[in-house]
């Protein structure tokens, strides 16, 4: 007969959005092993036996965050209304006061920043979702052009690069500390972008 083991005791999602809020906040580095246990309320057997190695497990946070972000992402692109609408107001939102979640920036970013092109899997996992968002971003784009709510001119994976880049940008100065008054003047240079 076979041994049956000990149900978990714990909930694996609630653990994994306490490492990846963890490791959001101080980066792979600064995250110690004891930090670990005690945001995830586990012991360390638990904890490694479900998720592995430290590496492992942010490389977990890392994809489910990442998962995470393209599917808002996706819910804020599509449904009713004008494509250009929609972009717009998802702009906006970057402009939007800071709350304790946008002033850590974004963890894909902060994950890019922290490691560079020195971890090939963390490399892959920021590419995947920096692509998956220029795509998403490209497709309302092209979407709006076809409404007649955007210059046809535009080609819309150089444009939706350039959201890729004021959004992590954005989410950057956020992480810094910068003034309000700074994002905001860089939202109203993609507004321009969008609405001339």
């Not at 360390?44 to 990442?66: C, E, V």
């Not at 939706?160 to 910068?178: K, P, Q, W, Y």
């Not at 003034?179 to 860089?186: K, N, T, Y």
Request: hydrophobic residues 45%.
């Amino acid at each position: 007969m076979t041994q049956v083991g000990r149900p978990r005791e714990f909930d694996e999602g609630v653990v994994l959005e306490a490492a990846l809020d963890l490791f959001w906040s101080r980066g792979f580095e600064a995250t110690s092993k004891r930090e670990l246990l005690e945001a995830t309320g586990l012991a360390s057997q638990s904890l490694y036996n479900t998720f592995g190695d430290k590496r492992a497990l942010y490389l977990r946070a890392l994809r489910h965050y990442g998962d995470r972000r393209l599917a808002e992402l996706e819910r804020s692109l599509t449904g009713r209304g004008r494509a250009r609408n929609r972009l717009i107001k998802l702009v906006r939102s970057w402009a939007a006061p800071a709350c304790a979640e946008s002033a850590k920036g974004c963890f894909i970013c902060n994950s890019a920043a922290e490691f560079g092109v020195v971890d090939a899997e963390v490399g892959a996992i920021v590419s995947t979702v920096v692509e998956g968002t220029r795509h998403r971003y490209a497709a309302v784009i092209t979407k709006a052009q076809s409404e007649g709510d955007l210059n046809r001119r535009l080609d819309p994976k150089t444009l939706a690069a350039t959201l890729v880049c004021a959004a992590d940008g954005v989410a950057i100065l956020r992480r810094a500390g910068a003034a309000q008054g700074l994002i905001e003047d860089a939202v109203r240079g993609v507004l321009a972008l969008l609405e001339g």
